[in-house]
């Protein structure tokens, strides 16, 4: 029984990949790397449509790749594996790097359009922002409260002041007074 043409053709391919690929390594051949490039960019930009579903985008894929392949030839090993494998982990390790980088972006655009309306609520008068409900719940409780806990409330909602400035400002009475008052004069 005679064994058909196409089992041979694979290995007559792979032989051909693994000539061209030495021949980039070795001796930086342009040739042996435009038949690498007319070889196997057909089948990455095949694979950068599915992944990407852009041709531009596939476009930049095999560009990358190609790139890499010609800069990382000389760690290409037969005995290791075949050209095409080793070809093809390039690319897919590629496009996870395209992948990360288009979220990446994605999620920055997104960050871009937030920011102006942070800053638009940062630089606008606080009194358009103001929850009127809230103001009307804490106006109706300051009246409970004794005078000094009033101010202090009042410049946390209504002043914008920190904790530290509203208490400052208004001293509350310490049960301590008449201590601390002895310990400073001493």
Request: proline share 4%; charged share 20%.
């Amino acid at each position: 029984m005679t064994v058909p043409q196409k089992s041979q053709e694979p290995n007559t391919q792979h032989q051909e990949l693994c000539v061209w690929l030495q021949a980039v390594s070795l001796k930086r051949d342009k040739q042996a790397f435009s038949k690498l490039f007319k070889w196997f960019a057909p089948r990455i930009r095949q694979f950068g449509i599915k992944q990407f579903n852009n041709e531009a985008q596939a476009s930049e894929l095999v560009q990358e790749t190609m790139t890499n392949i010609w800069r990382k030839a000389h760690l290409y090993d037969q005995s290791k594996g075949a050209p095409t494998t080793w070809m093809y982990s390039i690319m897919r390790n590629m496009s996870f790097d395209m992948l990360r980088k288009f979220q990446t972006q994605r999620t920055e655009s997104i960050s871009d359009d937030i920011w102006p309306l942070d800053n638009a609520l940062a630089t606008d008068d606080v009194d358009h922002f103001n929850d009127h409900l809230q103001s009307r719940n804490v106006t109706t409780l300051l009246d409970i409260l004794p005078e000094n806990q009033r101010q202090i409330i009042f410049g946390l909602y209504f002043q914008q002041t920190t904790s530290g400035t509203a208490g400052s400002a208004t001293q509350p009475p310490s049960r301590y007074s008449k201590i601390e008052t002895q310990v400073s004069t001493e």
